[in-house]
């Protein structure tokens, strides 16, 4: 059964709904331990979920590098193939770390069920989520890069064919021919995008000279649900990965000061870098804003990593060095995980204090600790985004500033 699906076609798309479940692969090697493979899976697992997929097991192998043909050992693959096979239910594998062609194509062979590795997944959660043209031309560029290196492993009508001179027949032809036309489609989605861009930028620009606030952060951690506190509008927001894919801007007044607020696509560990491409106009957002709000989950225990995987990111679009708030989002969820009934109010307000001055110091901005659930602290949050703005509109029209 390889290759019987393509991402994107419709009817066969990535993952059927609701309706599958899978094994998780991941690989300890030499560059990442045990623990941090564990963190990956747990988030593996997650994607799976949001696409609709159920993690059934996990299976775990330590080697010095990745097998060029299979990824992992040949002990380890007849360790999945036995558990697949007493298993009628599992009809996926979904693998921690990117595969070739090639690889995807032997794994298929050997297991009889679909291999998805992680930007597959992350691939399909994106075109599940899309929703305007902008998105749908992104996820679909993504795609097109993404497959554009695996043509030639994804060619199974050839194998009759494979093995030395033969190959350079009318087959080989016919792969050139395929390569071609992605990358012409590739050539019309990017002139598309750009299309759009120039539709974007006239937006941005008739917006006027408002100071421009953009939400950033790890994916799920409640960047659209702060966007409906402070803007009191309707942003969709869900208990998942990537529930926000297109950008949206608010216009929010705090007194008499008018700014824009915009809420971005979430980032992750491990983000396809031809992703990362294909999402950068929509991203414009955060790179003309002038003030970051940087939202963290305080509850996640790897929440110092996210921050860290975000700011890489932030690097890579140029917009490390704007004004930054550090928002730290489900402070009551972080309560009920490590306090315990015995934690007094001046136990716990001693702790939390404690936790601040860490934070402040390992990062090096201001910080704010909220939870946008109950809405406690939001007007502590008010006050020092309202201020951050107001220093903003000093800096650029210090006449008129004066009277907010």
Avoid: C
Avoid at 157 to 178: A, F, Y
Avoid at 201 to 225: C, D, F, H, P, W
Avoid at 230 to 250: G, I
Avoid at 253 to 273: A, E, N, Q, W, Y
């Amino acid at each position: 059964m390889a290759n019987d699906w393509i991402i994107g076609e419709k009817d066969k798309k990535g993952i059927k709904r609701g309706t599958e479940s899978a094994v998780l692969i991941g690989l300890v090697h030499n560059m990442q331990a045990e623990e941090q493979v564990q963190e990956y899976l747990d988030e593996l697992e997650f994607l799976a979920l949001t696409a609709g997929a159920e993690a059934k097991k996990r299976f775990i192998q330590k080697l010095p590098h990745p097998d060029p043909r299979t990824f992992i050992g040949k002990g380890k693959l007849e360790e999945i193939k036995a558990y697949i096979d007493n298993d009628e239910d599992i009809s996926m594998a979904i693998f921690d770390d990117d595969l070739s062609g090639k690889q995807v194509n032997i794994l298929e062979e050997a297991l009889k069920v679909k291999i998805i590795d992680r930007s597959t997944l992350i691939l399909d959660i994106f075109a599940s989520r899309a929703q305007t043209a902008q998105a749908k031309t992104q996820v679909e560029l993504a795609q097109m890069q993404y497959l554009l290196p695996r043509l030639r492993g994804l060619w199974t009508h050839l194998e009759r064919q494979r093995g030395g001179i033969g190959m350079r027949g009318p087959g080989e032809k016919e792969i050139e021919t395929d390569r071609r036309i992605v990358r012409d489609k590739i050539a019309l989605l990017q002139k598309k995008l750009e299309k759009i861009d120039q539709q974007n930028m006239t937006q941005r620009k008739q917006r006027g000279e408002l100071i421009r606030v953009a939400l950033v952060g790890y994916t799920n951690v409640g960047k659209s649900t702060l966007m409906n506190l402070l803007s009191k509008s309707d942003v969709f927001a869900e208990d998942k990965l990537f529930a926000t894919l297109d950008t949206t801007v608010r216009k929010v007044v705090f007194g008499r000061m008018p700014f824009l607020l915009s809420d971005t696509v979430g980032f992750i560990r491990k983000l396809p870098h031809h992703l990362i491409e294909s999402f950068k106009s929509t991203l414009d957002e955060v790179r003309e804003s002038d003030i970051l709000l940087h939202v963290v989950d305080i509850a996640h225990p790897q929440h110092e990593d996210h921050i860290r995987t975000v700011n890489q990111t932030l690097r890579e679009l140029e917009a490390i060095d704007k004004p930054t708030l550090l928002v730290f989002n489900k402070i009551d969820l972080y309560r009920e995980r490590n306090y315990d009934d015995y934690v007094d109010e001046e136990a716990r307000l001693e702790i939390e204090e404690g936790l601040k001055g860490n934070l402040r110091h390992t990062f090096d901005t201001d910080l704010a600790f909220i939870s946008a659930r109950t809405k406690e602290n939001l007007g502590e949050l008010r006050d020092k985004l309202q201020e951050m703005v107001k220093e903003q509109y000093l800096v650029r029209y210090p006449y008129q500033a004066k009277h907010w």
